[in-house]
């Protein structure tokens, strides 16, 4: 038998950004935040009342009417794929419970700067499969995206 290992390779990049650019990232991080809450409050009402959570496509379809409410329009200034990707990680939180881990939790504040803050932001088309630097030369182009 030939058994096929798939190395995952990871590129950790320093950013540098100015006043303005850690701004940018700061409302992000902040709509990320407020998203995720939010949103797990949503699951956590929704189990209760059907016994079923909120899937991925459910949370996702909620945006765009939250966007257009007077209190959580400033959500308009956030790029859709961040919020996206906070509803496809509480949604692979909710089947990681299931499966194995912990309850997903609420999220706090903290130093906007701290490693362990992650969004994705991506404007640009779907990278080439072969070419391993695309990853990372498609966040370099959000990067350029955010510096405008």
């Known amino acids: 038998k030939k058994v096929s290992a798939v190395k995952h390779k990871a590129v950790k990049l320093r950013i540098?950004?100015?006043?303005?650019?850690?701004?940018?990232?700061?409302?992000?991080?902040?709509?990320?935040?407020?998203w995720w809450n939010y949103a797990l409050n949503q699951c956590i009402e929704t189990y209760k009342e059907t016994g079923k959570g909120l899937k991925q496509s459910a949370l996702n379809s909620m945006l765009p009417k939250l966007k257009k409410e007077k209190e959580t329009e400033w959500l308009k200034d956030c790029y859709s794929?961040?919020?996206?990707?906070?509803?496809?990680?509480?949604?692979?939180?909710?089947?990681?419970?299931?499966?194995?881990?912990?309850?997903?939790?609420?999220?706090?504040?903290?130093n906007i700067l701290d490693s362990s803050h992650i969004i994705t932001v991506s404007q640009s088309s779907t990278p080439k499969k072969s070419n391993k630097w695309a990853t990372v030369l498609n966040f370099l182009e959000s990067w350029e995206l955010l510096k405008q």
Do not use: D, M
């Open 81 to 110: 794929q961040v919020l996206q990707s906070v509803s496809l990680n509480l949604s692979r939180a909710y089947q990681n419970f299931f499966v194995r881990v912990a309850w997903p939790t609420a999220k706090v504040e903290r």
């Open 16 to 34: 540098y950004p100015t006043q303005e650019q850690v701004h940018i990232l700061a409302q992000h991080f902040g709509c990320a935040r407020w």
